[in-house]
């Protein structure tokens, strides 16, 4: 179904049947080949589509096969925040969230942990991880803005927001990702108590 509760129709479901082999394609050639080794040309033959094809679908290129566009980031960042159990305060929320995501997800299946070493160890798409996350910027303040009755314009807030979003880029390429996320979230608390 989609948004509105409806069955998607046969151009959407043909879209996302696109979308999936592009990028179930792309999984698989990066982690038997490496990122730098792929061009989009030998994923588009993979997938069976013309590489124009991949552009539509995916128009942040290689980084997007393997992350997204962000969206989906996005919604699930904030879903964090407004769904937190009553009584749980935002920055735990966030940790808690953090935890089931990429190098901090400690019960992720071998892909998984193999497209995360993938994305830690590449620069690019280490890169274009961090763009994704801390596009989220507006968005979380915003959000934490209408849950503590703060101004969104708030410097200490978005500060706040920011130092989050940074958090993945940071932590995750400790050599103990769980530790040094929790680390950064204790520094976190200590500066924006009640939070």
Same mark, same amino acid.
């Given at each position: 179904? @989609?948004? &509105? ?18 990028? @179930? ?8 080949? +490496? ?13 069976? &589509?013309?590489?124009? &094809?991949?552009?539509? !679908?995916?128009? +942040? +290129?290689?980084?997007? =096969?393997?992350? +997204? ?7 699930? =960042? &904030? ?5 937190? #159990?009553?009584? /749980? ?6 940790? @808690? ?7 901090? #997800?400690?019960?992720?299946? %071998? ?6 070493? =993938?994305?830690? $160890? ?6 274009? %991880?961090?763009? =994704? ?18 101004? $969104? ?10 130092? /989050? ?5 940071? #932590? ?14 204790? !520094? ?8």
């Amino acid at each position: 179904m @989609d948004r &509105t509760g409806q069955e998607p129709g046969r151009r959407e479901r043909k879209k996302a049947a696109t979308r999936r082999a592009l990028a @179930d394609a792309a999984r698989r050639l990066f982690l038997e080949r +490496g990122f730098d080794q792929v061009t989009v040309a030998e994923i588009a033959d993979a997938a069976d &589509t013309a590489v124009s &094809t991949l552009f539509v !679908h995916f128009p +942040g +290129g290689k980084e997007a =096969l393997v992350l +997204g566009d962000g969206d989906e980031r996005e919604r699930l =960042l &904030t879903r964090a925040v407004l769904d937190r #159990a009553e009584g /749980v305060p935002i920055l735990r929320a966030l940790e @808690d969230f953090f935890a089931t995501r990429g190098p901090f #997800a400690t019960d992720a299946d %071998a892909e998984y942990r193999g497209l995360t070493a =993938l994305v830690v $160890s590449t620069p690019a798409l280490r890169a274009y %991880a961090r763009t =994704l996350w801390t596009s989220c910027e507006t968005a979380l303040v915003r959000v934490i803005a209408e849950q503590t009755g703060r101004d $969104s314009e708030d410097m200490s807030l978005r500060l706040l927001v920011r130092y /989050v979003l940074e958090i993945p880029d940071i #932590a995750g390429v400790e050599a103990e990702p769980r530790v040094a996320l929790d680390t950064a979230f204790t !520094h976190l608390r200590r500066g924006w108590p009640g939070f």
